[in-house]
């Protein structure tokens, strides 16, 4: 009896550890609560900034329950500091500080049926990204949420998460 019972928590066990990614789920609200919170960046993975071999990109993402977000982070962490102090970068070194470093805030929306989350963007590092919309594919793997960035770069969408070439994996930070 023993035996047969250590054998089924076995299988249990290894089921939930190859078990794949659970879907998100339809109730928008349920997903709404899910989101809310403070996420830091743990990977970059795909084609694009933050995918160099030694990048390690940070960053964090904080959505509230008023339907308001807030992201920020760098794509590499040898960033190296102005010579001449704080806020006393040359051009070239504004430029580099620039081209490795993002932020945006604004509102977002969530399409539960078709899992994902649009950041309508108010205020942005670079100017263009105002007034645009950034839509992520995303699913949950315990404290974790996988966006898949939907935009194709010729003004389209990817139909569906697979056919994305660029995935940011979040972890939740939790209340201390």
């Keep these: ?11 249990l066990l290894s089921l939930l550890v190859v078990a794949p990614a659970a879907p998100v789920e339809s109730n928008p609200q349920a997903v709404t609560s899910r989101l809310v919170g403070t996420w830091r960046l743990i990977a970059i993975e795909g084609t694009g900034r933050g995918t160099a071999p030694g990048d390690h990109p940070k960053g964090i993402i904080i959505y509230d329950n ?25 051009m070239e070194e504004k430029v580099a500080a620039y081209d490795t470093y993002d932020a945006y805030f604004g509102t977002y929306t969530v399409d539960a049926k078709a899992g994902t989350v649009t950041h309508h963007v108010e205020g942005a590092l670079p100017p263009g990204q105002i007034g645009t919309n950034k839509v992520r594919y995303f699913e949950f793997q315990g404290n974790r949420a996988i966006y898949y960035i939907a935009e194709d770069g010729k003004g389209g969408l990817y139909p569906r998460k697979e056919d994305a070439i660029r995935r940011l994996i979040w972890e939740r930070i939790e209340p201390k």
């Design 1 to 11: 009896m023993k035996l047969s019972s250590l054998l089924w928590n076995v299988l």
């Design 66 to 90: 008023t339907g308001h977000m807030a992201y920020q982070g760098i794509y590499t962490v040898n960033r190296p500091a102005f010579a001449k102090g704080l806020d006393a970068g040359t």
